[in-house]
């Protein structure tokens, strides 16, 4: 399993390449409120012009080109057998 990089300059390096180290500037940095999304977007300019990318911050504090799964209702059920049998002895 491999872990997936936090540091965002780092990211950043392996997209563009290495050379580009101070060759790139954020250009907007955003949190989306209806979907609680953290992003940054990266421009670059290279010799064949110019280019942006878009890194989305994840719930593991990684950075990523694509945005993080949308959170979805979720139900559990919890499972106390100790609990159960206080009940069960309460007389009523």
């Known amino acids: 399993?491999?872990?997936?990089?936090?540091?965002?300059?780092?990211?950043?390096?392996?997209?563009?390449?290495?050379?580009?180290?101070?060759?790139?500037?954020?250009?907007?940095?955003?949190?989306?409120?209806?979907?609680?999304?953290?992003?940054?977007?990266?421009?670059?300019?290279?010799?064949?012009?110019a280019m942006a990318l878009v890194f989305f911050r994840h719930d593991d504090g990684s950075w990523c080109v694509f945005p993080p799964a949308p959170r979805r209702p979720v139900m559990g059920a919890l499972y106390d057998p100790a609990g159960s049998q206080r009940r069960a002895s309460v007389p009523a």
């Open 1 to 49: 399993m491999s872990v997936r990089e936090r540091s965002l300059r780092k990211v950043v390096e392996s997209w563009l390449g290495a050379e580009a180290g101070n060759g790139f500037r954020i250009t907007r940095v955003s949190r989306s409120r209806r979907k609680l999304w953290r992003y940054v977007c990266v421009e670059s300019v290279r010799q064949d012009g």
